[in-house]
């Protein structure tokens, strides 16, 4: 049974520091992995998804790696800012149609 | 603007009643899902829907039934509710019933309380 874990389960930091979020999953046959944000009281917004073929995709100040073969995948924030406060999710897709999720990491960006 | 939208936001019930979430997108998805989403527990998933007329089981199906009569609608319903479905739901919809590809868009929830 595919298990995804994410650590720290919640990180504090000063505005401006480049972070690193860690996703961690223990059975490397994916089909993709996802990262969200969730806002308190709000939905799921996606921010990145990576194939399984690939080893990352960016965004503006958010990167995210995947390495299958040791089932890891990091979310790497850069220059933060108070706006990136959120709960930041991974999610991993063992079969079509199905998403597994971790249960987050709550990131705090202080003035 | 591309969305899925949930009803009710916050729902308060009592033991028994029979409640319907309902769930709708306006971006053509083929493919929808319910999920719960508890503390230490992260989302799991419900039921989902690769089109219309076919819904399969996730992995915390008990207690719940879906519909997909039409594509843009995958209502939730609760026939007999009781204080352990007390959780967050979300929606979300895709592309193609595969999430290979294709990133899911998810509703704002909707806060469901059982007593």
């Known amino acids: 049974k595919q298990e995804v874990t994410q650590i720290p389960a919640a990180l504090s930091v000063p505005e401006g520091e480049n972070l690193v979020l860690n996703c961690s999953f223990t059975d490397s046959a994916i089909y993709n992995l996802q990262w969200f944000r969730q806002d308190p009281g709000k939905g799921l917004t996606s921010l990145l998804l990576i194939q399984s073929s690939q080893r990352e995709q960016t965004s503006g100040r958010l990167n995210a790696s995947l390495d299958k073969s040791s089932g890891r995948s990091t979310l790497y924030i850069a220059a933060s800012q108070p706006g990136d406060s959120a709960t930041y999710l991974c999610?991993?897709?063992?079969?079509?149609?199905?998403?597994?999720f971790g249960t987050g990491t709550r990131l705090q960006v202080t003035l | 603007e591309a969305q899925v939208t949930q009803n009710p936001r916050y729902l308060i019930t009592v033991t028994g009643k029979k409640l319907t979430v309902t769930c709708s997108q306006n971006m053509n998805h083929e493919y929808m899902s319910w999920y719960r989403q508890d503390p230490g527990l992260g989302l799991r998933q419900i039921y989902y829907?690769?089109?219309?007329?076919?819904?399969d089981k996730g992995d915390v199906p008990e207690g719940y039934k879906v519909s997909r009569k039409e594509k843009r609608n995958f209502p939730l319903i609760l026939e007999s509710p009781s204080p352990n479905q007390t959780s967050l739901y979300f929606c979300a919809s895709s592309m193609t019933g595969g999430s290979a590809y294709y990133e899911q868009y998810f509703g704002p929830g909707t806060r469901l309380t059982v007593t």
């Open positions: 999610a991993v897709s063992p079969a079509a149609s199905k998403l597994t």
């Open positions: 829907s690769m089109n219309v007329e076919v819904t």
